[in-house]
């Protein structure tokens, strides 16, 4: 039996958050359009007949400075502790600008196997392909180069391949049937939260914040669950609420069928909207939605 850790890294929007959902068969950690739709290290827990992997998601790793950008960056790079093996997931396209100096410091000062993904190579050609690897393999000793699609599933089952040979022999860390460590409430929360950002891309800065208030399984059989929005203005609250309700209605519909459908049971979602004045700048507050880095 082989198991470990695999951490993934890299920047926003590359699709982490997509390939874990493609390895797991199923969605636990979402995943957006929208850069740093992540905030949580989000555990997917693959379970094959001579191994377990256990895939870790992160926030994705970019330079900005506020309290809940530092949280985000902060936790990803201390999802490298006890990791077996890091992906450093990067998009055809990409090339070292920004912040890939800070990571690859990071990458250097730990000591797991790092293997360059190269994703969404669905979108573009050989050629460009194998630019975005040379780009990165010019600087740094990657242990492996694998070229991916985490949307279609290309390639992904030679990626496991190799992934399993480098993991150590090891015990089955998670029971049979256990995918993901997210608990109920945060799993109806980040669904909450994705169906905003997919619904009000545009509109809304990345100021929301789901937090479950409430969650009771009623007599009839109906999961009661009371969750509130946070938003850190004023203004924000009227685009969230939309004209006469319309947007938070559809939030909470496509919610709620996403929750139905993900637990198998009926659920009656209720929604509130409240402000919290500039919360991502603002470390207390954090706390509040579970944003902290775990010790
Ligand atoms: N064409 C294509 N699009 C992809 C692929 N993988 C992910 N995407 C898209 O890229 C966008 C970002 O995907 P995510 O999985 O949320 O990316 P992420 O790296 O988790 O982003 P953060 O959580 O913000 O760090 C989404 O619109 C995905 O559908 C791929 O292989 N091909
Ligand atoms: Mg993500």
Redesign the pocket.
Known sequence: MKSGLVTIL??????????I?YVIGSKI??????????RFRVLGVKHMKDAQIIFA????FHLAKSALNKYMVNLAVSSLEGADLVYL?V?VGDYLGEEYPELFKILKKQKAPVFLVI?????YGSEQIQQTGEEFTNVFKFNQVVG?????G?NVQNLIDKTIEYLPEGPEYFPEGQVTDLTLELRIAEIIREKIIILLQEELPYTTAVNIEEIKERENGVLYVNAVIYVSRESQKGILIGKKGTMIKKIGSFARFEIEQALKKQVYLELTVRVEEDWPKLENKLKKFGYVVPK
């Open positions: 890299g920047r926003p929007n590359v699709g982490k958050s997509t390939l959902n950690s979402i995943a957006t359009p929208k850069p740093q739709t992540t998601d992160t926030p994705g997931l998009e994703n969404k190579t669905d979108k991916i699609s985490a949307l279609t290309k």
